[in-house]
């Protein structure tokens, strides 16, 4: 058994990296481990049965303060969990600069600074100032022994960016429930999801799924839709820019997300930055096409298939996303492409993914149970 500290900013399903923190400790739970957790922010939505979940006091009213409060509280709560000996291995979920394991699920932030030059909206100078500087202290092999990449990638921004031996990285793609992302439909569900959409149940639909719209791209994947002649829904939390509203249905945050993609004929995910990008990967199990940017890691399952037709280089490029989702929507290809969605998904269980990141946590607590005290 393990005894296992996880260290999130947030306790929250609401965001994706957040979300696998809470994945990876049901499932370490599940396998006869201990897990304990430590969060800033604990907003009720998720469920740990068996975890003990402890608040970290941080600054809560200013980002920049939060993040630099969070860091320092975290480095003293490790330090004194290593030095009571109460843990046997320590793995971070963000913000965080001391573990034996980092996931960076949010990618480098020195990656998404330099593609995101050229969005306005995504910059925030002092943010962006202490973010880099933390992360470059996380990255240091002392604080962070082992990374670990949600794609190939993220990989290869550690390499860009810093000075990361290739030994210190596992790239270890997200898992998904399965059984519950599946072409299977109950019956009427995707009538009934269509009537709430307001869309006739043949009429061609494009979703677009993301809690950060700017980021991920809404306004381009409005447009795109608009040149397709199709309707675009939007599943996610947040308020609809003004300028959208004609252009998009909103349905707010769903739980039955999975009936959303069944119910659509694409997916548009035009993302500026994404470092995995969980809703290509569910869209693909449910046998969704996912029109797409190769900037979004969960993309990399689509190399070297057909789907490989539905990826565009720049998330501004209504051209090739016009190009793409006219591909998706051809009845000539979209046999192959559903088929396709469902072979590249069949080894993304969460079983799976579990397993690979049980394996780097036994590794790392053997290395710091062997390191010096």
Not at 161 to 186: K, M, Q, T
Not at 250 to 272: I, K, Q, T
Not at 323 to 328: E, K, P, V
Request: with cysteine; charged share 30%.
């Amino acid at each position: 058994m393990l005894r296992i500290a996880i260290l999130s900013r947030r306790l929250s399903t609401r965001a994706g990296n957040e979300r696998v923190a809470v994945e990876l400790a049901r499932q370490m739970l599940s396998r006869g481990h201990q897990v304990d957790i430590y969060a800033h922010r604990i907003d009720g939505s998720a469920d740990v049965p068996g975890a003990r979940v402890h608040s970290v006091l941080a600054v809560g009213f200013d980002p920049t303060l939060a993040m630099l409060s969070y860091a320092a509280r975290a480095e003293r709560l490790v330090a004194g969990l290593r030095k009571r000996r109460e843990t046997d291995v320590v793995i971070g979920f963000g913000h965080s600069v001391v573990h034996d394991v980092y996931r960076l699920g949010g990618g480098t932030h020195a990656e998404f600074m330099a593609l995101s030059r050229r969005r306005r909206g995504l910059e925030h100078p002092i943010l962006d100032r202490v973010a880099l500087r933390l992360e470059a202290a996380r990255f240091r092999p002392e604080r962070s022994p082992v990374l670990i990449a949600p794609s190939h990638r993220v990989k290869e921004e550690l390499f860009r960016h810093y000075e990361v031996s290739p030994a210190r990285v596992r790239v270890i793609w997200n898992g998904i429930d399965l059984s519950r992302f599946s072409p299977a439909a109950p019956t009427e569900e995707r009538a009934t999801v269509r009537a709430r959409w307001g869309v006739h149940v043949d009429e061609p639909v494009a979703l677009f799924v993301g809690q950060d719209p700017l980021r991920k791209g809404l306004d381009f994947a409005a447009q795109a839709a608009q040149r397709l002649g199709v309707k675009l829904v939007w599943v996610g939390r947040g308020e609809l820019p003004s300028a959208l509203a004609r252009q998009v249905i909103a349905d707010g945050e769903r739980r039955d997300v999975e009936a959303c993609y069944r119910a659509a004929d694409l997916l548009l995910a035009p993302s500026w930055y994404d470092p995995f990008g969980g809703a290509v990967l569910e869209a693909l199990a449910c046998g969704l096409p996912p029109v797409a940017t190769r900037r979004i890691g969960a993309t990399e399952r689509m190399l070297g298939s057909p789907l490989e037709a539905l990826l565009v280089d720049e998330p501004d490029d209504l051209e090739a996303l016009e190009r793409a989702g006219a591909h998706a929507l051809n009845p000539a290809h979209r046999e192959l492409l559903l088929r396709e969605a469902r072979r590249v998904t069949l080894d993304a269980s969460r079983e799976r993914w579990a397993d690979a990141m049980e394996n780097v946590l036994k590794t790392a607590a053997g290395a710091r149970e062997q390191a010096p005290q």
